[in-house]
């Protein structure tokens, strides 16, 4: 395996500004690469419900077969010095797409790094985001198939707007889906082991949480990561107080994030979180299996988007208080409660998260807290070598097929092998026969009008004739050529797919199929930079 940096040309101007440490950095309380130190020392001021947590992450960790590494770093959470790293994302069929695991080994990467530098315990935490009822955004995954990626969904119905760690998994749909997967798959020597790992990780699983996480310890099984689930009732326990606070706080909340929105587009950046408004509550009541967004009223009692659901705050806070399992986080507070929950030495973000945490300063602050250093996540495009025999056969650069694909050149290739090209010569016969036509339908026209109607009609159908001509040439090029062809679309699928980067769309399990778990295992022990925009991981 080797990993190269290299510069891109499409990242937000954001996360470059933020990156170069320009004026977008006012908007956040440390520098993302040289203020861990700082940050661990004020930690130590703060106290958190470490030995009320730890139990409880320990029982879920084991009942998802986490290794014996991850048990110990749980058991280290307890000491008072400990801090950790912490990044999360929704709980995705087969892990999701590839960012979910580049994710991971951004955890894990800084997180034993910051324990060589501070020798003192850092343990790596992915928050999974169990509260989240998008289903529709975790419920598929992207395989190849003829040189295309194609989209399989899993079709398991459920409620619109359940959490997602609340839908049960059906096991026997589960596995047909699998079993579909797996029959796209070339047969490798590592096929049969991990189709085996995915069915136990489905018949060990109650919910779509527990496949996820189970299959998370199965890749990370040596790496000591500490999974937590967000949605899980005994964490809302604890968090009762928490709650209380973000409610206390709410117009300071909404108002210093709605503030902070506004002064970014003052500055010509843009966030997911555009449309705020300081009746934002920013928190979730769960009813009938269903999450309700809250608004608060001008008289301050708090709301549904349809008015599903009306409290006062003086209710809010006794539900709070006794039932905080019924309350759950949006965008903007679950940061909030990340950083109340756990001593949190650094947040590893995506660009979107970094995007819509630069409107979250003033939240932070609600609550007399500092946002943590946030780290950009690393950002890895894995290139098998028959991606990098393609490249060496079209001649097109690695840049160009990352930040454009090779659509264009596959065109310009074709084109070349065209002389002179058959849509100039459709186009030439065209006019001529156009031009020959025309004194035909000039008669027609004059003798009646529908046969001047049926005169431009023949002159469709005699077009129609040389379009057909047209595709079937391009066709059987195409079919001459195919295994040229095949290389350029090889190189777009692998990529640029869709358009965009490889970890956007991709899942996995191709790279476990033909690689194995090993490949995740080297690069989540190896060293990258953190202030590198991407890597290049040739397999």
Not at 325 to 349: D, H
């Amino acid at each position: 395996m080797r990993i190269d940096a290299m510069h891109m040309k499409n990242e937000s101007q954001l996360i470059a500004d933020y990156k170069n440490g320009k004026e977008i950095r006012k908007f956040f309380d440390y520098d993302p690469f040289k203020s861990f130190g700082v940050r661990a020392e004020e930690l130590k001021m703060r106290q958190f419900k470490r030995n009320e947590l730890a139990p409880i992450l320990e029982e879920c960790n084991t009942r998802w077969g986490a290794g014996e590494e991850t048990l110990k770093q749980i058991e280290k959470l307890k000491n008072p010095d400990s801090v950790v790293v912490v990044g999360g994302q929704q709980a995705g069929l087969l892990t999701g797409p590839l960012y979910t695991i580049n994710k991971v080994i951004s955890i894990i990467q800084l997180a034993r790094e910051q324990e060589e530098i501070l020798g003192t315990p850092v343990l790596p935490v992915f928050w999974i985001a169990g509260e989240d009822h998008d289903y529709e955004e975790i419920n598929h995954v992207f395989l190849p198939e003829k040189q295309r990626l194609k989209k399989f969904k899993f079709n398991q119905s459920h409620y619109k707007k359940k959490p997602i760690s609340e839908i049960k998994l059906d096991k026997s749909l589960a596995e047909k889906w699998i079993n579909e997967l797996f029959s796209t798959l070339e047969e490798t020597i590592h096929t049969k082991k991990n189709y085996n790992m995915i069915l136990k990780a489905i018949h060990d699983s109650e919910s779509f949480t527990d496949f996820f996480a189970t299959l998370i310890h199965r890749l990370f099984e040596k790496e000591g990561l500490i999974l937590l689930d967000a949605a899980d009732k005994r964490v809302r326990k604890i968090e009762n107080d928490y709650f209380i606070r973000l409610i206390e706080n709410q117009p300071k909340i909404s108002e210093g994030v709605t503030q902070a929105s506004k002064e970014l587009a003052n500055m010509d950046y843009t966030t997911s979180l555009e449309d705020l408004d300081p009746s934002d509550g920013h928190l979730f009541y769960h009813q009938d299996e269903e999450r309700i967004l809250l608004k608060r009223t001008e008289e301050g009692d708090w709301i549904g988007k349809q008015e599903e659901i009306n409290l006062s705050t003086e209710e809010l806070l006794k539900i709070a208080n006794e039932q905080p399992e019924k309350l759950s986080n949006n965008v903007v507070t679950r940061p909030i409660m990340q950083e109340l929950l756990l001593p949190t030495l650094a947040f590893i973000g995506g660009p979107g998260e970094i995007g819509y945490w630069s409107i979250l300063k003033p939240a932070f602050h609600s609550l007399d807290l500092k946002m943590p250093p946030v780290v950009p996540r690393l950002s890895f495009t894995f290139i098998p070598e028959r991606t990098k025999k393609a490249l060496v056969a079209t001649g097109i650069s690695l840049e160009t097929a990352l930040h454009h694909g090779s659509a264009d050149e596959k065109e310009k290739w074709l084109l070349s092998k065209q002389q002179p090209p058959i849509t100039q010569l459709a186009d030439d016969l065209k006019k001529v026969i156009e031009q020959a036509h025309q004194p035909i339908r000039r008669v027609a026209e004059d003798i009646r009008d529908d046969i001047g109607a049926l005169a431009e009609k023949n002159l469709f159908y005699l077009h129609r004739e040389i379009d057909y001509l047209t595709n079937r040439m391009e066709q059987a090029l195409e079919e001459k050529y195919e295994k040229e062809i095949s290389q350029f679309e090889l190189i777009q699928m692998m990529l640029n797919p869709e358009g965009g980067l490889q970890e956007r769309t991709w899942s996995v399990l191709p790279f476990l199929n033909e690689y194995g778990t090993e490949f995740i295992s080297k690069l989540a022990r190896s060293s990258c930079s953190f202030k590198n925009q991407h890597y290049i991981v040739e397999l």
